[in-house]
């Protein structure tokens, strides 16, 4: 089963850094992508709906997962999951999936890296994982693990580049005690000017991420790369915008980076290639 043109467009809009990372999937799995991307898709917006409307629509989808794992999908997405399944898929990180949406909804908090690290690696992590299980026959337990620290990654990056538009909407995903330790009010940050210390925060996240991202692809053998290229695709061009909120945390706090759109072909072809 082959989802429509204008779901694979909601799922990988034109352009956008998740197209390239379809676009340099292997033919026979694209579809299987668009999927998993077009999920993450609904249960995002879901979390943003007016809050009724988002606890019916997650609910929805929790049990759309259900019906996924017992083969009786309905939705086009998880009817693409479905017909594509072998015997080594397991849908059930889907879940995992849903309730960092539903921690979206909630607007919840991370007192400590350690807990902000389980949202990361249960969201876009999770997600990252059944994508390599679309692109390797048997993935290995390092290969599923490498995936998700790949999506935390690429998850982690957009928590920092759309710092702004989440404190607008009450939303926080740093660590308080870091808040703590630098003495910064949650309120401040609401407002347009941020202190110079939340700045250097900034900075030095992007920095030691930017670090780990490095440390992680260097782990990477050679065999595993290409059932990685995908995601390693979209974690390069969220390394990029990375790159500049590391190197201009001011710019950042004041505008949402983006790449320009032959910024992202250069990079997203450098990936591909390496």
């Known amino acids: 089963m082959k989802l429509d043109a204008t779901l694979v467009e ?3 809009p034109t352009g956008s850094m998740r197209y390239y990372a379809w676009l340099y999937t292997p033919e026979p799995h694209r579809d299987a992508l668009a999927a998993l991307f077009l999920i993450e898709a609904e249960l995002h917006d879901s979390a943003r709906a007016p809050h009724e409307v988002a606890h019916i629509r997650l609910q929805w989808w929790r049990e759309e ?3 996924l794992l017992a083969g009786k999908a309905q939705h086009p997405a ?3 999951l479905q017909t594509s399944a072998h015997p080594h898929h397991d849908f059930h990180a889907l879940h995992e999936v849903a309730l960092s949406a539903a921690q ?5 908090t991370y007192e400590t890296d350690v807990e902000l690290n389980q949202y990361l690696r249960g969201g876009l992590g999770a997600l ?13 337990e390092q290969l599923l693990d490498a995936a998700r620290q790949v999506g935390a990654f690429i998850r982690h990056v957009e928590i920092l580049r759309d710092l702004r538009q989440d404190f607008h909407h009450g939303r926080l995903y740093l660590p308080l005690v870091k808040l703590d330790e630098l003495n910064i009010e949650y309120e401040v940050l609401q407002g347009n000017d941020w202190p110079d210390a939340f700045v250097h925060l900034l900075k030095s996240r992007s920095q030691q991420q930017l670090t780990a991202y490095q440390t992680l692809k260097q ?3 050679n065999n595993e790369k290409p059932l990685l290229r995908p995601l390693l695709v979209l974690a390069e061009l969220h390394a990029r915008v990375l790159q500049y909120i590391a190197d201009d945390p001011i710019t950042a706090t004041r505008e949402r980076i983006e790449l320009k759109p032959l910024q992202k072909l250069w990079t997203a072809w450098q990936a591909a290639r390496a």
């Open 128 to 140: 990252a994982t059944l994508a390599v299980q679309q692109l390797a026959n048997a993935p290995t």
């Open 104 to 108: 979206e909804l909630a607007n919840a």
């Open 219 to 221: 782990s990477l053998l």
């Open 65 to 67: 997962i259900d019906r």
């Open 10 to 12: 909601r799922a990988v």
């Open 78 to 80: 998880t009817l693409v």
